[in-house]
Each structure stands twice: as structure tokens, then as C-alpha cells.
């Protein structure tokens, strides 16, 4: 599906072209990894545009001028680089679009644009994919957030430090004011992202956000939420596919007026959040290809005489093996009822074994996707084998010892045979089965056009996504 972009009747569009139809990025993604090392973006004249300001409206012709002229002032009095507002104003059936169209005629920095169909989501999605500034951001139209967090906001975008950028109403630094409901609601849905996808983000629907024009390309393709839940998604696929995202605690008030219906809204997250988590636990979502490329990361790199990683994996390599030994264990006991000890500890160790590879590959060594997973679980099966052999073997002799040992007593055997086995496992993991390895070849350079803005090779198109879901809320603050 294809979303049109299209300037308000009698306003400049983005090229300055009166009445020019202003087309979003083709979605489709780009065959291998495709994002550039971060580098701080080049000193730009004042007239290139540095930042994409949107102000995603919905029938707020009452609010609109003020919001736009507050912004205005404050980005010509305060801001260091070349900007641009856009009001994304989606569907409004009041006189938000002649409010809009008015503010585009006032000032050149200003851009008013219409979309046909409601949703917040799809709104921002549509004008950043259609941007050409190197960093883009969203506000909502009352400002609740004070400006004074804006440049700290994109300023980690702008030096390359970090690929997203949030304000957070939910730090020890922030100072919020808001009634107890909203601030019931908005923590209890940060723990809920917290508990079911493992975010590590403070704070989700803050209506204060950045991010850089090369991340925007790739990733909001695989963003299938139009409404209030974007933002969420945006954030859970950022953080799983390794990008770094900013936060800046922010001075926050709430507005009264605000008129987001919480129960319907509530629901629509709860079932995006069981999409997410279904479509994360399959691995259906091509998230290596928003990875930076080898060498970004200092962890990338090997220095002499410092084993990479080495405290980090030992650490998950020891919760991942205590959560497969009580598992190995309560196989053991189960399938020890009605079968041969030997029998029973080669099945449990087996299935074990199979869990243990696949969670030390994820959580312990940080491999993802499905390429070479079917050799890592055959490389899996031979460590299986000496752990087998290991706790075979400690069975025998404590048969040969005592031939009427008690089940506890083989428990207890096998726990120190699988003590064993594991400290074998953990060194041939790291040195054989997940290598960390010899440094990857640099990728083929790639013919490219130069960024309009940053003078870096411009990412390739990306690849179609799935339609966009039904349309958001109303567009104003939420908790």
C-alpha cells in the first residue's frame, strides 16, 4: 500500500513546487546490511535543512497556530542548523488544513501537509519516509514537552552517537506534572513492554522523538502499527535489531484537554504487543539488516590480551545453564519412572541439549537470524555427546560401586558430571561452535548516489512491507 503525501491546496511543497505531490520512500528493503558506520553529520550551510520537525495534527484548528508559532520562534532563536516544520495533518474535518495552510504561507521554514486517512503512525511514518533531512523528530500539537530538551534531544542523532533519540517522562531527572490516572497508566504500560518484550526504553508513547534519515529508511518499513502503538513498535524493533537509543529526561506538563479514549487504546497495545513478541519469537522479522556494519562497534574490534566479551558470556552462559540443568534434571526424574537410567539421562540430556544450544546462541553469543543455525545445532549435538559421555560414564560407575543406588543419589552424580560437562561446553562454544572469530571481510563498495544532506552514500531503497493496520486515535498526548 502506498500512502500519498500531498501539500495542502495553495502551499509549497517540499521542494518549494506549488501543489507538488510529495511521494514517500518506496518500502521495500535493500538485499544485505545496509546502514552506514555513524559519523557526525558535515557543517551545513543554514539554508540546508538539518532537522524535520513533524506536528501530527487531528482536528486541532484550535491549537495548531500558537503550537507552530511557539516552535517557529523558539528553532530560529535557538536552534544551531537549518530546520523545517512539518503539520501532518491527517483527516481533520475542522479548519485545522486552511489553519496549516495559512501558517505554510507565513513562514518559508514551514510545511503543511494532508493526509486522507486518520492514525498518528501513519501519519509520521508518511512524512519521514518523504523527508530529506538527515534527522527527523515528531512533537505533539500542545507541546507538553518543554523545547528546551529539543537540541539535547537530536544532538546525539546529529554527532552519530545514536541512531534514536526519546524524551522521558519516566527518569529520576525528569520533572513531570500530571494527574495520578495518566501516571498509573503510563507506568504500568512501560512494565508490561518491560515484562513481555524486554525493553530496555524508560518510557514509549513520550510525543517527543528523533531519529537519523539513513535509520528511517530502513527501519520504518517493518513498522506495521498506524496508531498509537508506532511509536512502541518503532522503539522494540530499534532496540532488537542493536541500535542505540537516546534518552533525555524531559520537564513534561499535562494537557487537561487531552481526549485519547485509554480502554480502546489500552487494547490496540496489547494486541500489538502480542504481535511483536509473536513475530520476534519466530524470527519473522529481518532485523540483521538494520545492523551497523563490522567494525562500529568498539566490540567489534580485538585488542591484545582482552578476551571480548568474556565476563558478559560467561554470565548468560551461566543462566542459561542453570535453567537447562533444572530442566535436564526434571526430565531425568520424569522419564526415569518408567524407563532405564541410561535411557532416561541420553533423552533428557538430548532435549537439553538442543534448548541450551539455541539460548546460548541468542542470549550468551549473540547470534541471530537463521543462517548457520542448523550447523550450530550439529555442532551442538557433538558438545551434547561428550556431556554424555561425561554423565554415561558417572552413572556406570556408580552402578558398579552401588547397583542399588537411590534416585537421589544419581541426582546427585549426575549434577557433578553436568558440572563438569558445562565448564567443557561453555570452551567449546566460544572456541569452537560460536567462534568470535577472524574479522569479516569489509563488503563490496557499492556504486551510490551521494545524501543530499549529509554527502554520504545515500541507502538503497527499501522492500514492500505489509498494508498498514487500521487507523489510529485521536492525535493528541497519551499516557
Known amino acids: 500500500m502506498r500512502t500519498d503525501i500531498t501539500p495542502i491546496p495553495g502551499c509549497p511543497g517540499a521542494s518549494g513546487a506549488p501543489g507538488e505531490v510529495v511521494e514517500p520512500a518506496t518500502r521495500t528493503l535493500p538485499d544485505g546490511d545496509a546502514l552506514p558506520a555513524r559519523h557526525h553529520l558535515p557543517a551545513l550551510p543554514p539554508s540546508r535543512t538539518v532537522l524535520d520537525v513533524v506536528v501530527p495534527v487531528h482536528n486541532e484548528e484550535a491549537g495548531l497556530e500558537a503550537c507552530v508559532r511557539r516552535l517557529h520562534a523558539f528553532l530560529t532563536g535557538n536552534f544551531p542548523y537549518g530546520f523545517r516544520i512539518t503539520v501532518a495533518d491527517n483527516a481533520s474535518v475542522d479548519r485545522t488544513p486552511q489553519v496549516a495552510a495559512a501558517l505554510d504561507r507565513a513562514y518559508d521554514e514551514v510545511r503543511a501537509v494532508r493526509l486522507e486517512e486518520k492514525g498518528r503512525g ?40 545514536s541512531d534514536l533519540a526519546i524524551g522521558t517522562r519516566l527518569a529520576a531527572g525528569s520533572r513531570v506534572v500530571r494527574g495520578a490516572k495518566r501516571e498509573v497508566v503510563s507506568r504500568a504500560y512501560n512494565l ?91 524470527g519473522a522479522l529481518p532485523l540483521g539488516r538494520l545492523r551497523r556494519p563490522f567494525g562500529d562497534d568498539p566490540r567489534d574490534r580485538e585488542l591484545a590480551g582482552v578476551p571480548g566479551g568474556l565476563a558478559r558470556r560467561l554470565l548468560g552462559f551461566c543462566a542459561v545453564g542453570a535453567v537447562s540443568t533444572l ?40 547470534v541471530r537470524g537463521r543462517e548457520r543455525a542448523v550447523r550450530h545445532q550439529a555442532q551442538g549435538l557433538v558438545v551434547f555427546a561428550v556431556g554424555l559421555a561425561l554423565t554415561s560414564g558417572s552413572l556406570a560407575a556408580l552402578d558398579a560401586a552401588d547397583a542399588g543406588a537411590s534416585p537421589g543419589s544419581e541426582l546427585a552424580v549426575l549434577v557433578v558430571a553436568n558440572l563438569a560437562a558445562t565448564v567443557v561446553r561453555f570452551l567449546l562454544f566460544r572456541i569452537w561452535v560460536f567462534r568470535p572469530g577472524r574479522a569479516r571481510p569489509a563488503p563490496a563498495s557499492r556504486p551510490s548516489s551521494a545524501h543530499p544532506a549529509t554527502d554520504t552514500p545515500a541507502p538503497t531503497a527499501p522492500p514492500a512491507a505489509p498494508a498498514p493496520g487500521p487507523a489510529g486515535h485521536d492525535e493528541r498526548t497519551r499516557a
Open 122 to 161: 501513519r501519519a509520521l511514518r508518511a512524512v519521514w519516509e518523504s523527508s530529506d533531512a538527515p534527522v527527523r523528530a515528531y512533537m505533539d500539537v500542545d507541546l507538553s514537552t518543554d523545547l528546551n530538551a529539543l537540541l539535547p534531544l537530536v544532538a546525539p542523532l546529529i554527532s552519530g552517537h
Open 327 to 366: 530442566l535436564y534434571l526434571a526430565l531425568y526424574s520424569l522419564l526415569r519412572t518408567s524407563t532405564e537410567p541410561q535411557v532416561a539421562n541420553a533423552a533428557a540430556l538430548l532435549l537439553s541439549a538442543l534448548a541450551n544450544t539455541a539460548a546460548n546462541r541468542r542470549l550468551t553469543f549473540g
Open 192 to 282: 508490561i513492554l518491560r515484562g513481555s518484550l524486554a525493553a530496555r526504553f524508560s518510557d514509549a508513547q513520550c510525543g517527543f522523538k528523533a531519529i537519523r534519515g539513513e535509520v528511517a529508511t530502513l527501519l520504518l518499513p517493518l513498522v506495521e502499527d498506524t496508531g498509537w502503538f508506532f511509536d512502541t513498535e518503532l522503539l522494540v524493533l530499534a532496540q532488537r535489531a542493536g541500535l542505540r537509543i537516546h534518552e533525555v529526561p524531559v520537564d513534561w506538563v499535562d494537557d487537561p484537554d487531552s481526549r485519547v479514549d485509554l480502554v480502546p487504546t489500552a487494547v490496540a497495545d496489547l494486541k500489538g504487543v502480542w504481535r511483536i513478541g509473536r513475530a520476534l519469537a519466530t
